[in-house]
């Protein structure tokens, strides 16, 4: 996944070592891109943030106030040029992106030299031209109802200056205030863990090198509600709307998946067979629910992905076990086989708390 990054204070200094922080460790597992947005100033560079040198030095010529950022995984490896880094800017917004979309309609479809994410806010902007009379959130949801596929954005809305944090159904965005001797301020970040690791990074070395520079204190890291939009409003969060997340609808044959039981990958020296089985009994769910789960990230089934996107798998199923606990797996066994339990509960099943599966 890629990861979306927010930082607003009142104290620029703490702004800009934040950012860094977080661009630094958000990019260890996104190495396509990074992208700033601040000031109507957008700054990218197809390099991973923890490789260029002089990161600080551009962070410090470019930022002043709210910033947006974003470390890019990039869906298309064939674009990873400058120019398909995010953000993506138009006539009416800045835009961010997290996840994979696609028109619903089937005639159109991403021109192959051009990002999903850019040629989504390309659109999206030429309708909000049409409709400027109506509120953004509105002209967002309804704007979203022609599209599929996993998305969290961070936009700037240049006719409002406001900015809106938006999460869908599947991909992950987390927030949290915190403070600074007596600064106030607002952090967005894809993955909370992420978010908890570059503040840590930032105390513990200010304690090594700076041990005057203080301490920043970081409040509850909480999640954006799904399906839903944000305006960011100084350090508040404000739930202006919802918008619904559309997904392809996964029709397998009995053949076809008679075929990918006994599908051993050319060359499976890395054992990804085996990874593959072991994924299945550790998640405690079947062949078809994992394959799902690599439609869902990657658009592609299982037999058609590549060593690097199947690591990718393996890493999301290490981070899925977290949420695995022994009263949510005694209620999932007596419930897996009941026709439709999708329709029911958020996929995959250990993200539903025990009362949501009972």
């Not at 902007?125 to 599209?147: I, R, T």
């Not at 809305?157 to 927030?175: C, D, M, P, S, W």
């Not at 199923?317 to 999932?332: D, N, Q, T, V």
């Amino acid at each position: 996944m890629c990861e979306l990054i927010f930082v607003d204070s009142k104290d620029e200094k703490i702004n800009k070592i934040i950012l860094y922080s977080l661009l630094f460790t958000d990019s260890l597992n996104n190495e396509q891109g990074t992208g700033l947005f601040n000031a109507n100033k957008i700054w990218k560079s197809n390099s991973p943030a923890y490789t260029i040198e002089n990161l600080g030095e551009i962070i410090n010529g470019n930022i002043k106030g709210p910033v947006m950022g974003h470390v890019r995984l990039a869906s298309n490896k064939l674009l990873c040029d400058n120019e398909h880094c995010h953000p993506f800017e138009f006539e009416n917004i800045v835009l961010a992106h997290n996840g994979k979309l696609s028109p619903r309609n089937n005639d159109i479809e991403v021109p192959k030299n051009r990002v999903d994410s850019e040629f989504f806010a390309d659109n999206l902007d030429k309708y909000l031209s049409e409709n400027l009379q109506k509120p953004f959130p509105e002209n967002l949801a309804k704007f979203m109802e022609e599209w599929k596929g996993k998305f969290a954005f961070l936009i700037f809305n240049k006719v409002e200056n406001k900015f809106y944090a938006v999460r869908g159904r599947t991909a992950l965005l987390h927030y949290a205030k915190f403070k600074y001797h007596n600064t106030s301020g607002i952090i967005i970040n894809t993955d909370g863990s992420d978010l908890l690791i570059a503040i840590n990074l930032i105390n513990n070395m200010s304690n090594l090198i700076l041990p005057d520079f203080g301490k920043i204190e970081l409040d509850e890291i909480k999640e954006f509600e799904k399906e839903s939009i944000y305006e960011i409003n100084g350090l508040e969060v404000v739930k202006v709307g919802e918008i619904k997340e559309n997904q392809d609808v996964i029709k397998v044959t009995f053949e076809k998946w008679n075929e990918n039981l006994s599908y051993v990958p050319p060359k499976d020296n890395d054992k990804t067979s085996e990874k593959i089985v072991n994924l299945i009994l550790s998640l405690d769910m079947s062949l078809v629910e994992i394959n799902n789960l690599a439609y869902t990230m990657f658009h592609k089934n299982l037999t058609e992905m590549n060593k690097e996107e199947f690591e990718k798998l393996i890493k999301l199923g290490e981070k899925l076990k977290a949420y695995i606990s022994e009263s949510k797996s005694a209620i999932w066994r007596k419930i897996r086989d009941i026709p439709g339990i999708y329709d029911k509960i958020e996929f995959p099943w250990m993200l539903n708390s025990v009362e949501k599966l009972k």
